[in-house]
C-alpha cells in the first residue's frame, strides 16, 4: 500500500519560494497519478496541481499558474512541489495524494494521502 510523507513546509514571506517534497514508500510513485492539495484555514480543501502517471497530463489551479510545478524524481520515489512568488493566499496545509487513475483532479478521486505540511507566506 502506498503511503505519503510530506515535508519542506515553513514560515515564507511573500514573493519567497519554497520547495515541498512528498516521498513514498511501499509502492512504485511511477504507477500512480499524483497531485498537490491545500487547505486554507476555515476553507475546504483545494486541488493545487495534479498530473498523471505518465505525465502527459497536468492540472493546474489558475491561481497558481506560471506559479507553481510539479516533478518527479522516479530514483528517489518522490514528487516535488515548487511553489516560487508566493502570496499570502498560499497560506495553508499542503497535502500530497496518490491515485492508480486520477481521472480527476479531486480530492473526492484521490485515494492515498500524506498527512500534510503548514506552509505560512506572511512579513
Known amino acids: 500500500q502506498l503511503q505519503l510523507v510530506e515535508s519542506g513546509g515553513g514560515l515564507v514571506q511573500p514573493g519567497g519560494s519554497l520547495r515541498l517534497s512528498c516521498a513514498g514508500s511501499?509502492?512504485?510513485?511511477?504507477?500512480?497519478?499524483l497531485g498537490w492539495f491545500r487547505q486554507a484555514p476555515g476553507k475546504e480543501r483545494e486541488p493545487v496541481i495534479c498530473?498523471?502517471?505518465?505525465?502527459?497530463?497536468?492540472y493546474y489551479a489558475d491561481s497558481v499558474k506560471g506559479r507553481f510545478t510539479i516533478s518527479r524524481d522516479n530514483a528517489k520515489n518522490t514528487v516535488y512541489l515548487q511553489m516560487n512568488n508566493l502570496k499570502p493566499e498560499d497560506t495553508g496545509v499542503y497535502y500530497c495524494a496518490g491515485d492508480h487513475h486520477g481521472i480527476f483532479c479531486s480530492d473526492q478521486v484521490y485515494e492515498y494521502w500524506g498527512q500534510g505540511t503548514q506552509v505560512t507566506v506572511s512579513t
Open positions: 498530473t498523471s502517471s505518465s505525465d502527459d497530463k497536468s
Open positions: 511501499g509502492s512504485d510513485l511511477s504507477y500512480y497519478a
